[in-house]
């Protein structure tokens, strides 16, 4: 049995009325510190009315800081934990235990000729929330950080006065909002073909550099041993669809599968 914490929430901000989608501000009750790595998630913990026990994850959103935390999270009609999420006050206390995940970011940071791709839709964007809030302003290694952002409408871009706001003050991180782009990935993906494509210092020698067709992602993985560390990486979090479609992306503009991280929600 996992040992459950307290949480209670101090604020909770609207950032969605079409997503029904809100932000949480939480504090730890112990008042002790909430230590966790970036992109990692908490596990809520809540009982039905008839005594069932649910669990569900939530991204931490923001970046640790002592006690208090961030997460967002949408309603899913007809789902449990969700909805009560959505449903608390202010003062209202919640249980979870964690942090859980290996959604992080790869060590070391790259260096200034390979850029950090970052892709989300919907909440996915929470860890990546938590990656920008700890890796600026005081960027440890300066590297270009492309964040792609894509959402059924303008409106339901969470946080997005905030990415507009780093990307105007911090000219290594670019942020590109895709609106309109759940139905059909195609601006997604061109997006991601233009960030992409560009060979990276540790894929130059590969025989796509070199002008040869990449491998199709069914065909047999080379029998040359994969690198243990690449120059960049890819982030992406969203819903199956999303995550499995910008994954092929990259397979198919040459990257390497173990330079693809990703966190599915459903
Ligand atoms: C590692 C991880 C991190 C997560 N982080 C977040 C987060 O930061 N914010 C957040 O809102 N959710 C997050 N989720 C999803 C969350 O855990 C729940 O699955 C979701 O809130 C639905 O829970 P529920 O009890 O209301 O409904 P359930 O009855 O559990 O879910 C109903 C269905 O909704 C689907 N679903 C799950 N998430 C979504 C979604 N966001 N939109 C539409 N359908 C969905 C599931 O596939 C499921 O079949 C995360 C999931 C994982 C695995």
Not at 164 to 184: C, E, I, K, M, N
Not at 191 to 213: C, K, M, V
Not at 232 to 255: E, F, M, N, P, T
């Amino acid at each position: 049995m996992r040992e459950l914490h307290t949480a209670r929430l101090e604020q909770k901000l609207l950032l969605s009325a079409a997503a029904q989608c809100y932000h949480f501000e939480f504090t730890a009750t112990t008042g002790l510190p909430l230590a966790y790595e970036p992109g990692q998630f908490l596990s809520f913990v809540a009982d039905d009315p008839q005594g069932k026990s649910y669990t569900r994850a939530y991204s931490l959103a923001s970046a640790p800081r002592g006690p208090r935390f961030e997460v967002c999270a949408n309603r899913v009609p007809g789902g449990f934990l969700s909805n009560l999420l959505c449903d608390l006050a202010p003062g209202d206390t919640l249980h979870w235990h964690g942090p859980h995940g290996l959604f992080t970011l790869r060590q070391p940071l790259p260096g200034p000729a390979a850029a950090s791709l970052m892709i989300a839709a919907g909440t996915g964007i929470a860890p990546l929330r938590s990656f920008l809030q700890s890796l600026f302003p005081a960027l440890e290694r300066p590297h270009p950080i492309h964040l792609i952002y894509e959402s059924p409408s303008p409106e339901e871009l969470f946080y997005d006065s905030d990415f507009r706001h780093l990307s105007a003050t911090q000219p290594l991180f670019h942020y590109h909002p895709v609106p309109g782009s759940d139905q059909d990935r195609a601006q997604t993906l061109a997006t991601l073909t233009s960030l992409a494509s560009a060979p990276a210092p540790d894929q130059q020698a590969t025989p796509q550099a070199a002008g040869q067709a990449a491998p199709s992602r069914n065909e047999a993985p080379s029998a040359a041993p994969a690198p243990t560390q690449f120059s960049r990486y890819a982030y992406i979090c969203g819903l199956s669809q999303l995550v499995k479609d910008a994954r092929a992306h990259l397979l198919d503009l040459g990257w390497h599968r173990r330079q693809i991280l990703s966190e599915r929600y459903d």
